[in-house]
């Protein structure tokens, strides 16, 4: 829903730019352990 997606949104964000992931069209696991799936 929504509100998942714009927490999932920052939180990919946060981890980009603290760790260095690489956000593409793939689905991301986090150091969190949570998958989020881009759509």
Do not use: W
Not at 2 to 17: P, R
Not at 27 to 33: K, L, V
């Amino acid at each position: 829903n929504l509100i998942t997606d714009l927490v999932g949104e920052a939180m990919m964000k946060t981890v980009n730019q603290t760790d260095g992931y690489i956000i593409d069209s793939q689905p991301n696991e986090t150091r969190f352990g949570v998958t989020f799936e881009r759509r």
